[in-house]
């Protein structure tokens, strides 16, 4: 149950400067295997590891399993650059049948962060490839018991800034492209901006097809009602107007894989006297009868959405909406800050939301400050993830050594994990940033990437200590 990209934590501004937050801090459990008892205190200090990639508690072991630039165990060519959003899905009794691994234990899925100047593309594969010009897409890797890579291909090609996504309740990875450029924009011949889905065992079920209906605009990460099907999606959108929170109700809701592609209505919420969430600054605020408006014009033909006409009322922004994800019976997704420099009504440094649809109501869980009640030592976290000891593990995305932080219940903050320095010089050293962390189905590991130079790691040891 990732959330992704700077999404629950975010920048002070401020180099060095802590990062805090208030309320309901087990708020953000209910419903799931992490709101059981434990995750009260970390795993003790960091041991430095003598072959200086990973530094992890006593008792904690990595193994490093694809680094960028690498051979592909397919083949297919090297491992793309900027390791971003990831997911682990579950070997399935299907893989014995001709489809993927027959041996597979766990399944991930990487996205490939790459701008049109990416380092490594990802390799164009047929019947896997969008736009020939596109450098950004996914990989897959298959893995045994022990975290022995099994195999390593290209899951999707061609598409641009593949950032988040989110996991389905039928195991497939939809991957975001957070960008809106169209054909003619940096060398792309097709339009940019869409959800596409990912088969993890077999790619080629899935393709390359963009799934047009839930929009074309800068998407960061989604998240499925495994009720109902509706799709909740976030916009990052960097400059005013600002994003919005976004629903797609599918024509074939919880079809499975492939349903997507029927179709739906793509909505957007407006909170009635509310245009812009930074505005709300007291924990516990919540606001009933949220209204979802039609999307006059999901594809963005002539208009970005964010700058198209809701009529009377508006719709409701806000400033970098990025993490989506669904805990108990409630969709949560967040604003990772707003500066009234640029442009937004209030200043924070985080807000988390709940979006509850039976109720229809609308509710701010947890707001990030500089006066508030937990202190994370580095500065700008990145991609979290719910630890299966509970608590919450934290990318950190800043300056100098980075880490992965857990985060208890209790609000107490450990370090998990430290990366090397790997990029610079050593006069100017630079640390690459900790991506999509998450954990393996069984929860007896946790897989982490480092975005630069692209790496990915599986650390196992005493998680449910």
Same mark, same amino acid.
């Given at each position: 149950?990732?959330? #992704?990209?700077?999404?629950?934590?975010?920048?002070?501004?401020?180099?060095?400067?802590?990062?805090?937050?208030?309320?309901?801090? /087990?708020?953000?459990?209910?419903?799931?295997?992490?709101?059981?008892?434990?995750?009260?205190?970390?795993?003790?200090?960091?041991?430095?590891?003598?072959?200086?990639?990973?530094?992890?508690?006593?008792?904690?072991?990595?193994?490093?399993?694809?680094?960028? !630039?690498?051979?592909?165990?397919?083949?297919?060519?090297?491992?793309?650059?900027?390791?971003?959003?990831?997911?682990?899905?579950?070997?399935?009794?299907?893989?014995?049948?001709?489809?993927?691994?027959?041996?597979?234990?766990?399944?991930?899925?990487?996205?490939?962060?790459?701008?049109?100047?990416?380092?490594?593309?990802?390799?164009?594969?047929?019947?896997?490839?969008?736009?020939?010009?596109?450098? !950004?897409?996914?990989?897959?890797?298959?893995?045994?018991?022990?975290?022995?890579?099994?195999?390593?291909?290209?899951?999707?090609?061609?598409?641009?800034?593949?950032?988040?996504?989110?996991?389905?309740?039928?195991?497939?990875?939809?991957?975001? &492209?957070?960008? &809106?450029?169209?054909?003619?924009?940096?060398?792309?011949?097709?339009?940019?901006?869409? *959800?596409?889905?990912?088969?993890?065992?077999?790619?080629?079920?899935?393709?390359?097809?963009?799934?047009?209906?839930?929009?074309?605009?800068?998407?960061?990460? *989604?998240?499925?009602?495994?009720?109902?099907?509706?799709?909740?999606?976030?916009?990052?959108?960097?400059?005013?107007?600002?994003?919005?929170?976004?629903?797609?109700?599918?024509?074939?809701?919880?079809?499975?894989?492939?349903?997507?592609?029927?179709?739906?209505?793509?909505?957007?919420?407006?909170?009635?006297?509310?245009?812009?969430?930074?505005? *709300?600054?007291?924990?516990?605020?919540?606001?009933?009868?949220?209204?979802?408006?039609?999307?006059?014009?999901?594809?963005?033909?002539?208009?970005? *959405?964010?700058?198209?006409?809701?009529?009377?009322?508006?719709?409701?922004?806000?400033?970098?909406?990025?993490?989506?994800?669904?805990?108990?019976?409630?969709?949560?997704?967040?604003?990772?800050?707003?500066?009234?420099?640029?442009?937004?009504?209030?200043?924070?440094?985080?807000?988390?939301?709940?979006?509850?649809?039976?109720?229809?109501?609308?509710?701010?869980?947890?707001?990030?400050?500089?006066? #508030?009640?937990?202190?994370?030592?580095?500065?700008?976290?990145?991609?979290?993830?719910?630890?299966? /000891?509970?608590?919450?593990?934290?990318?950190?995305?800043?300056?100098?050594?980075?880490?992965?932080?857990?985060?208890?219940?209790?609000?107490?903050?450990?370090?998990?994990?430290?990366?090397?320095?790997?990029?610079?010089?050593?006069?100017?050293?630079?640390?690459?940033?900790?991506?999509?962390?998450?954990?393996?189905?069984?929860?007896?590991?946790?897989?982490?990437?480092?975005?630069?130079?692209?790496?990915?790691?599986?650390?196992?040891?005493?998680?449910?200590?």
């Amino acid at each position: 149950m990732s959330a #992704t990209r700077r999404q629950v934590l975010a920048r002070t501004g401020a180099l060095g400067a802590g990062i805090a937050f208030t309320g309901a801090l /087990s708020e953000l459990f209910a419903g799931t295997a992490a709101a059981q008892p434990g995750g009260h205190s970390g795993y003790g200090p960091l041991v430095p590891d003598p072959d200086g990639l990973l530094d992890l508690p006593r008792g904690f072991r990595y193994r490093v399993l694809s680094r960028e !630039g690498d051979e592909l165990r397919s083949g297919e060519g090297p491992v793309p650059s900027n390791h971003d959003g990831m997911s682990a899905f579950p070997g399935r009794s299907s893989d014995r049948h001709g489809h993927g691994h027959g041996n597979a234990h766990t399944y991930l899925v990487r996205n490939h962060e790459n701008r049109a100047n990416g380092r490594v593309p990802v390799p164009t594969v047929e019947g896997l490839t969008y736009d020939p010009e596109g450098k !950004g897409g996914c990989t897959a890797l298959a893995l045994d018991s022990r975290n022995h890579v099994l195999s390593e291909r290209v899951a999707i090609a061609g598409t641009a800034v593949n950032c988040a996504g989110g996991h389905t309740p039928w195991n497939t990875w939809l991957t975001c &492209e957070e960008t &809106e450029d169209r054909a003619g924009t940096n060398g792309y011949t097709k339009d940019h901006g869409f *959800i596409f889905e990912v088969d993890p065992v077999d790619p080629h079920r899935t393709g390359a097809v963009p799934l047009t209906a839930m929009g074309r605009f800068q998407h960061e990460a *989604i998240a499925v009602d495994p009720r109902s099907g509706v799709v909740y999606e976030t916009e990052d959108a960097f400059e005013r107007p600002f994003g919005l929170f976004y629903r797609f109700l599918p024509h074939k809701p919880l079809g499975g894989r492939g349903s997507l592609r029927a179709g739906g209505r793509l909505q957007a919420m407006r909170v009635p006297g509310v245009p812009d969430l930074s505005s *709300i600054q007291e924990t516990g605020a919540t606001f009933d009868r949220i209204e979802w408006v039609d999307v006059p014009d999901p594809l963005a033909v002539e208009t970005p *959405i964010r700058f198209q006409d809701f009529g009377r009322g508006g719709i409701t922004h806000a400033q970098k909406l990025e993490g989506c994800y669904w805990g108990g019976r409630s969709v949560y997704f967040v604003s990772s800050f707003a500066h009234s420099d640029e442009g937004s009504a209030a200043d924070h440094f985080g807000q988390i939301w709940r979006y509850d649809p039976e109720r229809r109501r609308l509710t701010l869980v947890i707001v990030f400050g500089p006066d #508030t009640d937990v202190q994370l030592p580095g500065e700008s976290p990145d991609n979290i993830c719910l630890a299966p /000891s509970g608590g919450l593990m934290v990318c950190e995305d800043g300056n100098g050594a980075q880490h992965v932080f857990g985060v208890t219940r209790r609000g107490e903050v450990y370090a998990m994990a430290r990366g090397a320095q790997n990029i610079g010089t050593e006069e100017e050293p630079e640390w690459g940033e900790f991506a999509g962390v998450t954990f393996s189905p069984d929860g007896d590991t946790m897989y982490v990437n480092c975005y630069t130079p692209g790496t990915t790691f599986a650390v196992t040891g005493p998680w449910r200590r």
